[in-house]
């Protein structure tokens, strides 16, 4: 069946450095990409998405790149803080159906 | 702002106990969604519906069934529950875009189920 994969599962960062979280999708039908960010406690809320007519997406800190031929999405966190911390889901969307990636535990390290 | 609210945080139930988890959203989604989180295996898809008194299986509906009887309130029940059922519930809801799913989910902050 259809998957996403993610890696890697756990991420251990400086703060301040940078963080990169890499997807792999199979449907070729997915045409949007999400990225949840879950903090402890809490439900996974959305934090940056990407369509697929575009190949990179820049929200202050965090950006999402996308490479649809290689079917291929990352997500980059830049100048990274505490606050950071959490557990990060991709997810590749078709019009049918949302396959999440496998969430990836970010920790920042002071 | 939005809210996907579930009704308990935390339960423990026995072996064979009828369980429901109760989620209700306050945003006029149409599509609502319960999912199971289980380490190492992110977000799986258990029910979802589009409409009211519509669901559709998910990957995992074994042992499962739901009930959307008001489009604010999607319930997921578990007839017998059994260890293997201990999780993370987590609910979620998102505007319809046409026939399929769309974009942003909302989701509420878990049901923890322990089954002894």
């Known amino acids: ?42 439900g996974p809320q959305l934090i940056i998405d990407i369509r697929s007519n575009v190949g990179e997406k820049k929200d202050q800190r965090i ?31 078709s019009a049918s159906k949302i396959i999440f990636g496998s969430g990836t535990r970010l920790s920042i390290r002071p | 702002d939005v809210k996907v609210t579930q009704s308990s945080r935390y339960l423990v139930k026995r072996t064979g106990e009828k369980v429901f988890l109760e989620c209700v959203q306050d945003m006029d989604h149409e599509n609502m969604f319960w999912y199971r989180q289980d380490p190492g295996l992110g977000l799986r898809l258990i029910y979802f519906s589009y409409d009211v008194k519509m669901k559709e299986k998910g990957d995992i509906p074994e042992g499962y069934s739901v009930s959307r009887e008001k489009k604010e309130r999607f319930s997921l029940i578990l007839e017998s529950a059994s260890t293997n059922q201990t999780s993370m519930y987590l609910c979620a809801s998102s505007l319809r875009v046409g026939t399929g799913v769309t974009g942003e989910l909302f989701f509420g902050e878990g049901s923890r189920l322990t089954v002894l």
Do not use: M, R
């Open chain 1, 1 to 42: 069946g259809e998957n996403v994969e993610q890696h890697p599962s756990t991420l251990s960062v400086q703060e301040g450095d940078s963080a990169v979280i890499k997807c792999t999708y199979s449907d070729s039908a997915s045409n949007y990409f999400p990225w949840y960010k879950q903090e402890l406690g809490k």
């Open chain 1, 63 to 93: 950006a999402v790149t996308l490479n649809k031929t290689a079917k291929h999405f990352s997500l980059h966190i830049t100048e990274t803080q505490p606050e950071d911390s959490a557990v990060y889901f991709c997810a590749a969307v």
